[in-house]
């Protein structure tokens, strides 16, 4: 403890970027749960539509995430190195493959979303519902995947709170609108994802302002500057960044199976898991701002060919994860009723939203550590197909098979099948701090 507080060169840098990284976490998780919130006085059908059509936006933005997150590991590296122009051509690789999953996640939602609702509900009302919902989010797509690429290389480069403050702004102007379309215009859902759409709009515009009013130096002279590659970069940005974003697919891929499995537990068991989980992206902000603050700082110190402040930044960084988690779990756990109490779903879907919110407060810390270990460590270090592993065998091999067996084949009450499912976070703790303790993964990849 007197080692962690002790380094002030350390607590310094980590707490000036992760506290713009969790407030833009927090934000970005009142802009996903604003819609959910917002229907909510719809009824229980309207709040599940909306929940269940964001699983599509869920996955698509994990693979964005992914994207991003592998193009991070590059342009920290180079950023710690003093090469703006590494920078530069890794943003547009990672602009190029996100704009093409944003076209090809649009495209589902014009073309088959019908089909897309009728994985996650058998009833008729929330899936024309959802239908209404994924033909207008549709459009969002294309946005989002350019501001999470661009925010991740403003992060990357120590420039944290612009992301932060427009995020913000995006909130603010969700809120408007959503009470516009939804309430003044009586739209519904479809006001909802209206609003969403416009606030996305109003995000990037004032994004891409700034960037050139602050001359920060993403912003390159010639768009030829985003495309110089070579056939030794490409190689070796494939080597390391096709494991992350095959993680994040096929890890997203595994908890909207999830979803798929709580269908069998009936509406309200699946407006109450959209509430539960709605909570707890609220409430991991703590850990995954440590975590990506902990992977630039990481990547900076390693692309400045100091391996040994690496590891010891990375041991420090989990440390703070701990004592972090620890409070935002004490204090989830007793604001929870106070919370549930804001979703207009009825008692039995409280009650169960409620037990599930205390899952969620015990397995917080542990939830938290996974990701530092295999986001911000091991990732940054380029130890990206451990993470491939880890993550895939537990949602596939515990998670999935957890949720299928709880709620269609034991018919259990939706809490208990939450807590089954939860268990896998407990199985890749295991493995990802065995890893981490190695010390093998801090590499420098430019």
């Known amino acids: 403890m007197k080692k962690l507080f002790g380094d002030k060169v350390f607590l310094r840098n980590i707490t000036g970027l992760a506290i713009p990284i969790m407030l833009n976490e927090l934000i970005n998780s009142l802009i996903n749960i604003m819609d959910t919130f917002m229907t909510g006085k719809l009824g229980a059908a309207s709040v599940t539509a909306v929940g269940l059509s964001n699983q599509v936006f869920f996955l698509f933005v994990l693979i964005c995430f992914g994207v991003s997150s592998g193009a991070s590991i590059f342009m920290g590296q180079y950023w710690g190195s003093g090469d703006i122009k590494g920078v530069r051509k890794v943003l547009g690789i ?28 058998r009833d008729n009302q929330v899936i024309e519902l959802g239908m209404g919902y994924l033909k207008i989010i549709g459009f969002s797509y294309f946005i989002t995947a350019f501001t999470t690429t661009v925010n991740a290389s403003l992060k990357a480069i120590g420039e944290a709170k612009q992301p932060m403050f427009t995020t ?3 909130l603010l102007s969700n809120i408007v609108f959503n009470s516009i379309f939804i309430f003044g ?133 989990t440390g703070l994860t701990v004592i972090f988690s620890v409070i935002s779990g004490i204090i989830l756990a007793l604001l929870a009723p106070f919370i549930i109490s804001f979703f207009d779903i009825d008692e039995m879907g409280q009650k169960y939203a409620l037990y599930m919110v205390y899952i969620v407060a015990v397995g917080l810390t542990v939830k938290n550590l ?33 949720a ?37 993964w801090a590499n420098t990849v430019i």
């Open 94 to 121: 990672g602009l190029i493959i996100s704009e093409l999953a944003a076209f090809v996640f649009f495209m589902g939602t014009r073309v088959f979303p019908q089909t897309i609702m009728h994985i996650y509900s």
């Open 168 to 170: 913000l702004l995006s």
């Open 185 to 317: 215009m009586h739209m519904g859902v479809r006001g909802a994802a209206l609003g969403t759409l416009c606030a996305r709009f109003i995000e990037v515009t004032v994004q891409l302002t700034l960037i050139v009013i602050r001359k920060i130096p993403v912003l390159a002279p010639r768009i030829s500057d985003y495309v110089k590659w070579d056939r030794k970069f490409l190689s070796k940005y494939a080597i390391v960044a096709t494991p992350v974003l095959f993680n994040e697919f096929i890890w997203a891929l595994g908890t909207t199976i999830y979803n798929i499995a709580y269908k069998y537990s009936g509406t309200q068991s699946q407006a109450a898991v959209q509430v539960a989980g709605s909570v707890q992206n609220l409430f991991v902000v703590s850990g995954f701002g440590i975590g990506a603050a902990c992977g630039i700082i990481i990547s900076n110190t390693l692309g400045a060919g100091d391996n040994e402040r690496a590891i010891d930044y990375a041991f420090k960084s």
């Open 370 to 402: 996974n990701y530092i270990n295999i986001v911000g460590i091991l990732r940054n270090g380029g130890d990206t197909l451990f993470g491939l592993i880890t993550d895939t065998a537990s949602v596939w091999l515990i998670g999935v098979p957890m």
């Open 404 to 440: 299928f067996l709880g709620s269609k084949i034991l018919g259990l009450p939706i809490y208990i099948t939450y807590a089954m499912v939860y268990s896998e976070e407990f199985f890749k703790l295991i493995f990802s701090e065995a890893r981490v303790m190695k010390k093998k």
